[in-house]
């Protein structure tokens, strides 16, 4: 059974620091990973989707890698901004299945 | 284009009232899914749909029932509500190939 964890669970950074975000899970046999960001009181919006052919994906200031052979995705973000201030989910899909298994979300706040 | 919609967007029920939480999407996905999120838990499946006329089970299907008559309509229903049901319910759908998850903005449900 895939199991999904993000540690830390909480994450607090001064204004202008590069962070990273760590997403583990116990399955390597997945098609695709992807990071959500979520705001208080609001819906999931997609930030990057990594397949499982794929290393890397960058989109502005953020990059999420994947290893599969050690069950890993970073999300790296640069030059953080008090708007980055957000919970921040991975889900892994898992082949052979439609679905996806979510982590429980790294709650990341920044400081002006 | 208006995404995925939810409706309600809050609801209350006393427990044993029933109910149908509606999901549309106009991005003719063939996917879709409901999910709850309740705190220090991440999101978890409930069910899901690969097509018009099929549902399978996710993670948590207990207690819950769905449909998916329309491919753009995917309703789940709670006959005899629990105040364990007490959560934030989201509806997502994805296309054919590995793309991206589009999430709703959410349903707000509270069992008394």
């Known amino acids: 059974k895939q199991e999904v964890t993000q540690i830390p669970a909480a994450l607090s950074v001064p204004e202008g620091e590069n962070l990273v975000l760590n997403c583990s899970f116990t399955?390597?046999?997945?098609?695709?990973l992807q990071w959500f960001r979520q705001d208080p009181g609001k819906g999931l919006t997609s930030l990057l989707l990594?397949?499982?052919?794929?290393r890397e994906q960058t989109s502005g200031r953020l990059n999420a890698s994947l290893d599969k052979s050690s069950g890993r995705s970073t999300l790296y973000i640069a030059a953080s901004q008090p708007g980055d201030s957000a919970t921040y989910l991975c889900?892994?899909?898992?082949?052979?299945?439609?679905?996806?298994?979510f982590g429980t979300g790294t709650r990341l706040k920044v400081l002006a | 284009n208006a995404g995925v919609t939810q409706t309600p967007k809050f609801r209350v029920l006393k427990t044993g009232q029933s109910m149908t939480l509606l999901c549309a999407q106009d991005?003719?996905?063939?996917?879709m899914y409901w999910y709850r999120q309740d705190p220090g838990m991440g999101l978890r499946l409930i069910h899901y749909?690969?097509?018009?006329?099929?549902?399978a089970k996710g993670e948590v299907p207990d207690g819950y029932n769905v449909s998916r008559l329309k491919k753009q309509n995917f309703l789940l229903g709670l006959e005899s509500a629990a105040p364990s049901q007490t959560s934030v319910y989201f509806c997502?759908?994805?296309?054919?190939?590995?793309?991206?998850?589009?999430f709703g903005p959410g349903t707000r449900l509270l069992v008394l």
């Open positions: 997502a759908s994805r296309g054919l190939s590995r793309e991206t998850q589009y």
């Open positions: 749909s690969v097509g018009e006329g099929t549902t």
């Open positions: 990594i397949q499982s052919s794929q």
């Open positions: 889900a892994v899909g898992t082949s052979g299945t439609y679905k996806y298994i």
């Open positions: 991005m003719n996905h063939e996917y």
């Open positions: 399955d390597s046999a997945i098609y695709n």
